[in-house]
């Protein structure tokens, strides 16, 4: 079997896994779990860990030049190994993320479109999840509920920051850090998007002054092309 | 009568409703009504939503399949039903915004600033209404009077969130994710509109540097054509 | 005299008197003026405000349409009544403005890095003056000296909005308004010039590929030219 | 020995004695120094300063016009002069980006996002260090660790400032303003790199609707003057 047999063979187990996992982590940290119920939640999402290490060790050893695999790669290791750490689980988003990014459409500006709404409110509720998760309980924390941890979110990615609820452990700064990158590049997306919009209907207002196409180009060549023969019938 | 004429009847009365909508709403809350004044205002309210959802009707039932225009029509549905929340009612500005937009004037780049302006001044202007309606009165919120929800409004649109005045209550703050993205949007406009005003300016310049149009094209497509007729002429 | 002689000479006249209105304002405000050291700034600034009310009544009377020019010189009636407000008076910066929009280098790109860096300090520079004027000394205010103004000025232009200073009177606000417009406006020349550079600069990586200028098509025509002069010749 | 000759000798241990003073200052003020470490720490930085101090003097010396290099190296002036004071001396940041401006790959857009990354998190680390060394021990500051200073410089470069950590310094906000700029620059460079590439994507959907290119200018002529020379043979 080849690697990219494997890799379209398990394209949407993958998919399904990492849907469970969200599902699982939202489910332990919103209804902050105890006992048993912990245990289930803990269970799944070690499960749906488990499947990403296998298709992580897998793909390493059906790459043909395992070596060169290994090293463009790394960041395929990173979202299997550091999801043992607990808080860095919301780095499986990045799987969900390349889920969206397949099933956006066809045109190329309504896909960004569909993709910066679909990336930022994943971003927002991932975000608010393992803040909740880090900050709830400790000593000076402002973050206790989950509407309270998305408002938060919704805060920091827009870079208003009114600062009634500011994260405190290292943890939820570290996520806040993430929101705030993703913030800059979401506004970015966003207005690129409208930029690339603008510029073009700026330039149909006037047709004849619209830059010359390569289908134009290819009609004149046409045209050359007939005089040339016409040219040669005379000659000959 | 068809789906569009009924459209083109409608459009000046709709209009009218949204913006005697708007005034009503505005006069409940700055004034902060009571006895027979608020049962006159949310009695304006409720026709121009009538009017609204008598509007939706009339549409769906004039539609040639029913099904499809309900389908591709959710977001009007939204703005019909969403109202009668109390909250929501600030979605209505999205009809005033479909005004504003065929108001604004003929090149493309002077529409967009007037938009822009126009847009951004309603947003403000409702968000801060929807605001007070939902903070005033409560334990612990800030936004007491109409000048401090249109500061705390330009505060949380341009992204500066000093945090001197925060949404406390759920809506308040369910208003302020509205307007944060509305500045988003905002900003990205802003941008992308000198973004292309600059580009242009750039690359005027140098004229023989700028690209080649397709009326220059016609016209060497001209100069082969009288070629070949030439051509053909001789060969005659 | 026409009006653009009138104006050719008062060119020089007017900038000198914003200049020396900066100075005065600057000086009343941050030296926080009183007895005849207020009586002389005030007195330079009444100065400088008659000298524009000369001029917009003279640039009046000799325009030919006088109506016209009227309507289409609000603006201009704006910055020469609201001065008279005190705290509008900052509005006298757009003078400034426009002596630097001259001022700025022949490059386009160049001139609106100048305009920019210009622009954005005068726009501090003014705002923080006026957000001084208008909150020191009024009970819960903040901002007592220029260097907090200045630091505030900062804050709220780069929509970073710490909070630890914050306008609380309502000329105060209505100055953090004009200033977070500016840092949006900014923000989006910044942005639009940049990206206008990297499109230049993505677009000139393969000489080959780039967009056919006027120059090459013009080249081509006098080819065909050629051709059609060599096919007539021989006709003859 | 000519200026380019000696700038190419001295271009590698310019670089290792700005990166022996990032880490000796970043020593200094993250173990909060004192007694003989201090002066280790100290000396390192006073001898990497004298270097840069003599290669401005060799390099003004070796200048075929000297008032003219002079006044068109101010900013060089200012880098090795300001040091001596100690806040300014995050100023030799500017020197190790301009190694990292070289040693950015080859791609045009590639460059842009290390230079972005490298300059943002240098940026980030330095600012944090000079505020760290400002604040610390100050009545009424904040920023005590060097955690807290990093997050504190995330809060300002993003623009989110929360407000629970604000400079009270001067030194402290000279530094957050110029994370500020600094922040509004990298926000307009990856916005700018973004729209870039959508406005390339978008132009690429339609292969007969891009913009003609030079090549197949070039190509054309060559058709054209194939003709004129099938002309001439015939005309032999």
Redesign the interface.
Known sequence: MTLQHWRHLTEWPLTAAAAVFLVAYAWEVIGDLHGSQLAVAETVIWITWAVFLIDYFVCLALAPQRWRWFYTHLFDLAIVVLPMLRPLRLLRLVTILAILQRSAGA???GR?IVYVVGAGGLLIFTAALAALDAERGMPGAHIETF?QAV?WA???I???????Y?PVT?VG?LV??GL??G????????????????????AQ?E???????????????K??????A???E??A
């Open positions: 045109a190329f500006r960004v509407p408002w919704f805060e920091t827009s870079t208003v920051g009114y600062g009634d500011v290292e700064k806040a850090v705030m990158i913030g800059i590049a979401t506004l970015g997306i966003v207005t690129a998007t409208l930029a690339s919009w603008i510029v073009e209907r700026v207002t047709i004849d002054m619209r830059a010359a196409t390569r289908g134009q180009i290819r009609e004149l060549s045209q050359i092309s007939e005089l040339k016409l040219l040669d005379k000659s």
